[in-house]
Nanobody, 128 residues
Framework: QVQLVESGGGLVQAGGSLRLSCAASGRTFTNYAMGWFRQAPGKEREFVAAISWSGGSTYYADSVKGRFTISRDNAKNTMYLQMDSLSPEDTAVYYC?????????????????????WGQGTQVTVSS
């Protein structure tokens, strides 16, 4: 079974940057599509970004496109989310997730229901 652990969250001023990491352990996650989601207080968990297992395909929510960059290093079993130009609207708990059903090297999903394995989340707070 794969376990996911996020890190890199914290408090940052508007306009600043953070880099989140998602480390996988237990099994290699090379064949897994991966994603980042976030949940703000009082709101539902929402899609942020996704990446295929090959790393060759990525997709972003409109709200973060051009500001966030998803990447992965399969040799290190780690996925990243570089977040630039942060705004208070980005404040949320950020979760990484893995889709453990292999569906092709360029497959990814924006659907929360497609992901079976979740991390515990890391808090990102952006002050104005």
């Amino acid at each position: 079974q794969v376990q996911l652990v996020e890190s890199g969250g914290g408090l940052v001023q508007a306009g600043g940057s953070l880099r989140l990491s998602c480390a996988a352990s237990g099994r290699t996650f090379t064949n897994y599509a991966m994603g980042w989601f976030r949940q703000a207080p009082g709101k539902e968990r929402e899609f942020v970004a996704a990446i295929s297992w090959s790393g060759g395909s990525t997709y972003y929510a409109d709200s973060v496109k051009g500001r966030f960059t998803i990447s992965r290093d399969n040799a290190k079993n780690t996925m990243y989310l570089q977040m630039d130009s942060l705004s208070p609207e980005d404040t949320a708990v950020y979760y990484c997730a893995a889709d453990i059903n292999y569906r092709g090297r360029d497959y990814y999903s924006t659907l929360l229901s497609a992901y079976e394995i979740w991390g515990q989340g890391t808090q990102v707070t952006v002050s104005s």
